[in-house]
């Protein structure tokens, strides 16, 4: 099992950038390179949006397409975190942010829909003002 908390998020002008990072507190004999990790978001009144993903060891990552080319996911497996760092924010991206981690044995097809998680954090709001 493992415990995610999400922080970094904020009010930021159009254009504008932000670093979210989830850290993660696992349970005994389990590794945080063990999980793979996801970032989705949710605005209100809407379906909660794949935003990105990434591998055990941080080599394969994919991004969903409103997103691509202006936020990168990475991760630092020896502090437990990972991390999504926004650019060129627009104001349709305003949403809470959840960070999500798959259960190591289970098997995850795509890595971008959220029924393919099993842990998920708190979330934290971004708001992108025009």
């Known amino acids: 099992q493992v415990r995610l908390v999400e922080s970094g998020g904020g009010v930021v002008q159009a254009g504008g950038s932000l670093r979210l990072a989830c850290t993660a507190a696992?349970?005994?004999?389990?590794?945080?390179?063990?999980?793979?990790m996801g970032w989705f978001r949710q605005a209100p009144g809407k379906e909660r949006e794949f935003v990105g993903r990434?591998?055990?060891?941080?080599?394969?990552?994919g991004y969903g397409d409103s997103v691509k080319g202006r936020f990168t996911v990475s991760r630092d497996n020896d502090k437990n975190t990972v991390y999504l760092q926004m650019n060129t924010l627009q104001p349709e991206d305003t949403a809470v942010y959840y960070c999500?981690?798959?259960?190591?044995?289970?098997?995850?097809?795509?890595?971008?829909?959220?029924?393919?998680?099993?842990?998920w954090g708190q979330g934290t709001q971004v708001t992108v003002s025009a």
């Open positions: 999500a981690a798959g259960r190591p044995d289970r098997f995850m097809a795509t890595m971008t829909s959220a029924s393919e998680y099993d842990y």
């Open positions: 696992t349970a005994s004999g389990r590794i945080f390179s063990s999980y793979r």
């Open positions: 990434i591998s055990r060891g941080g080599f394969s990552i």
